[in-house]
């Protein structure tokens, strides 16, 4: 079964760092450009990043120099290290292969103090 799988949310306060990992089933994905998505509750989903299979980086504005997208491709596995984290960061990051509709079921990151 098609499956991405995301993990490393949670509760940090403003100024801390969170990883979070993106566990794929399968080669197939290493294939695709991978990207990490959030959606905040009232707010329209948002693409934060986005990494090629050669692995060049795309951001968002608002997270660049924050956000460090990498992929380990023989591990099946895409990350998101987010550093300097500020309350408006605050929402569900999902997992995504651009142009498909393969996506995780989320994790929750939320900055507060």
């Known amino acids: 079964q098609v499956q991405l799988v995301e993990s490393g949310g949670g509760l940090v306060q403003p100024g801390g760092s969170l990883r979070l990992s993106c566990i794929t089933s399968g080669s197939i994905f290493s294939l695709f450009t991978m990207g990490w998505h959030r959606q905040a509750p009232g707010k329209q989903r948002e693409l934060v990043a986005t990494?090629?299979?050669?692995?060049?980086?795309n951001y968002v504005d608002s997270v660049k120099g924050r956000f460090t997208i990498s992929r380990h491709n023989a591990r099946n596995t895409v990350y998101l290290q987010m550093s300097s984290l500020k309350p408006e960061d605050t929402a569900v990051y999902y997992c995504?292969?651009?142009?498909?509709?393969?996506w995780g079921q989320g994790t929750q990151v939320t900055v507060s103090s």
């Open positions: 995504n292969a651009d142009h498909t509709n393969f």
């Open positions: 990494i090629t299979q050669r692995g060049s980086a």
